[in-house]
């Protein structure tokens, strides 16, 4: 029983790390005591044990606790054992990079498979996808591979943001990026605005929050999904 | 005699195709009467005939000829016999993709350092640089290497941006970006805004256009570069 939550971002304008997700959370990890806290995105390049800090104060909010996997001498073993399982934001490809060469994609992908519960924000929910090509991150390491966890048979855009009609400039929007994406491949992409999230239980995957996503497919104008729309593609 | 332009964009809003350009153009190819055109970043995935055509009509306007490398058998060659290359904008992760594929990295590299004068435009200068990791572009594709041809001793950052203040978006700026590459890299960036440009005469490196560029170097505060700056590092 696969059963994660793929959050667009971990925190809201306005708002604390998490906190508009936290009742969302107390439910999804009810059964849950401790959570695995996988730091290697680095957001900003902060390190494994001040971003692990940030996490545990939020997750001690809704009483849960959380350990870095940096805190386990084996992180294979750790993810083995975990209860539950929390990848952060920050770097995708550094993110991607350190779950290859820690040799913890494959337990990762058994793991969550098998129904021990997973979050995924920002970075963390790119890896729930096919590939990270749909990444907006800056690629300041080379990783061993673009091919991620395919958890859902898409890839996500984390952050999506419209086009800004009145901006000046000439750099390409994200649609347009997207779009140039698919020319390439054929893998559809949602573009999931900050604010919304993806429950999915096994097969069934449902946009939840506060704005709709917008989906993109090859050869296809791309649509508007409304919050609680089961996707199916 | 490395004689090389490398601008940060290809257009700047409200004008035509290298039109703000076309002056110094016509001086920087004076003594050329035919440009090889390396259209492989295919922007928005438009074919490579229709890149060239585009490309065509605007050399045009200064009398020259450009010529597509897909036009010719063999592409090795084609750079080795041309008069002047210009390598045009679109994504960084194609680009780069196809130059390994086709292998003409190391014929690029070699006859731009004897000489043969260089034009870039976005993802044509990223290229210029040591590593292609200050790219703006999505990883649609998985180049061999992210390893470019260090025309010069630092990054671009083309169609370099300011935070915007008033945003409520919670991605990273492109300072962010830059400030991360940076606790993985040392290779300093130089972020490039849409209307500038470098001039490169061997070792001198100048730059031109109407506004200041940003330079980011490992553990120090990035410094405004203005107009007419000779850059050293």
């Known amino acids: ?14 708002s604390g ?5 936290l009742p969302t959370l107390a439910d999804f990890f009810a059964k849950t005591t401790t959570i695995l806290f996988i730091p290697y995105a680095r957001p900003s390049g902060i390190t ?11 997750f001690a909010k809704i009483d849960k606790k959380a350990i870095g996997i940096h805190e386990f001498d084996n992180p294979k073993e750790a993810i083995q054992k975990a209860e539950a399982i929390f990848t952060g934001g920050g770097n995708t490809f550094e993110l991607v990079n350190q779950l290859y060469k ?11 498979e098998k129904g021990t519960p997973y979050l995924g924000t920002s970075a963390g929910s790119n890896i729930c996808g096919v590939t ?24 996500i855009n984390a952050h999506y ?4 009609l009145n901006s000046k400039h000439m750099g390409e929007t994200r649609e347009t990026r997207i779009k140039e994406f698919h020319v390439f491949n054929t893998t559809p992409v949602l573009g999931l605005r900050e604010g919304s999230w993806l ?13 709709s996503a917008r989906l993109f497919q090859p050869n296809k104008t791309p649509v508007e999904l409304k919050m609680d729309t089961v996707i199916k593609l």
Do not use: C, Q, R, W
Request: glycine share 4%; hydrophobic share 45%; charged share 25%.
């Open 48 to 58: 494994y044990e001040a971003y692990t800090e940030i996490v545990k104060k939020a």
């Open 161 to 164: 943001l419209d086009p800004n």
């Open 102 to 112: 820690k040799g913890v994609i494959s337990d990762l992908k058994e793991v969550v």
């Open 132 to 155: 990270m090509m749909n990444t907006n991150d800056m690629p300041i390491v080379y990783p061993p591979s673009f091919d991620t966890l395919s958890f859902i048979p898409f890839n």
């Open 17 to 21: 790390y998490l906190e508009y997700l």
């Open 199 to 211: 429950e999915v239980e096994d097969d069934l995957i449902i946009l939840k929050g506060i704005l």
């Open 1 to 14: 029983m696969k059963k994660l939550i793929i959050a667009s971002t971990s925190t809201i304008h306005g």
